[in-house]
């Protein structure tokens, strides 16, 4: 009986892990089944109340805390999707894996598979050094790796005839002036289009970020960039902060990192 004691001590153990992990993250804020037999229903659900970029708890179908890593994986496989729980801690954001019905409309799984993927390539960037850059304005300012460390580098990638990339203007504007007394903060944006084409349009819609005219082909093959409007943050040691895809989710991550800074 003795040798036993070790055993069940360790079986204890487990069972107070296991149950530590399984703590009370709240109940769907939708309910999930009526969600997933509506395609529309679900992708308005998606992108208001989803931010797969933003820091967040995940749980897998079980209510077992993962990794966002094995959540964002989990999600790339098109068989699941992402539901957030309400919560009593209205500080903690915590979305949770819903296997997907497959008699339902298939258009959901293909969607979030498709949007999982470009997310979890954006989040393994996280971390990582911004590629080496030499880029001239419109004005013929120069950006580098060397001119730009020790600051905060805003960087958004777009194009002309991105009416989405263009309508952000306005508010990334105020984003700009709210910032204008910060000399550690830069605000650099990348368009494929000619600098005589963009110098032309920028005097009908303004856009207070230094231009720089680049190659079409320098997002995809330098920057992996195949959907737009793309935000990049890089920090003072020009490593890539997060990778976003919206200007309201730019905004947060900024000043939680000029706030730290």
């Known amino acids: 009986m003795k040798?036993?004691?070790?055993?069940?001590?360790?079986?204890?153990?487990?069972?107070?892990?296991?149950?530590?992990?399984?703590?009370?993250?709240?109940?769907?804020?939708v309910n999930v089944e009526s969600l997933q037999k509506d395609f529309m229903k679900w992708w308005t659900y998606y992108y208001e109340r989803i931010d797969l970029s933003s820091n967040f708890t995940a749980v897998d179908t079980l209510s077992n805390k993962i990794s966002k890593a094995v959540f964002l994986q989990s999600l790339t496989t098109g068989k699941y999707i992402p539901v957030k729980l309400t919560s009593k801690d209205t500080s903690v954001v915590c979305y949770k894996l819903f296997q997907?019905?497959?008699k339902d409309d298939n258009r959901t799984?293909?969607?979030i598979k498709n949007a999982s993927?470009?997310?979890y390539e954006r989040f393994k960037m996280e971390g990582q050094q911004f590629p080496k850059f030499n880029y001239a304005d419109l004005n013929g300012k120069q950006y580098t790796n060397e001119n730009t460390?020790?600051?905060?580098?805003v960087l958004k990638c777009w194009f002309i005839r991105c009416t989405t990339c263009v309508a952000e203007f306005p508010e990334l504007n105020e984003m700009v002036n709210q910032y204008k007394d910060r000399k550690d903060v830069v605000f650099v944006s990348l368009a494929w289009d000619n600098a005589a084409d963009l110098k032309e349009f920028l005097l009908k819609k303004p856009f207070?970020?230094?231009t720089v005219s680049v190659q079409k082909s320098y997002f995809r093959d330098t920057l992996n960039v195949n959907s737009f409007p793309i935000h990049?943050?890089?920090?003072?040691e020009g490593k890539i902060v997060k990778i976003v895809s919206t200007a309201k989710r730019l905004k947060v991550i900024l000043a939680n990192a000029t706030k730290i800074n």
Request: glycine fraction near 6%; charged fraction near 25%; hydrophobic fraction near 40%.
């Open 3 to 29: 040798k036993n004691i070790p055993l069940l001590l360790l079986l204890c153990l487990l069972i107070i892990v296991s149950c530590s992990e399984k703590a009370d993250y709240g109940q769907p804020d």
């Open 100 to 102: 997907l019905n497959q």
């Open 109 to 111: 799984g293909e969607t």
């Open 117 to 119: 993927i470009e997310e």
């Open 149 to 153: 460390k020790g600051k905060f580098v």
């Open 208 to 210: 207070n970020y230094a």
């Open 232 to 236: 990049y943050l890089i920090d003072k």
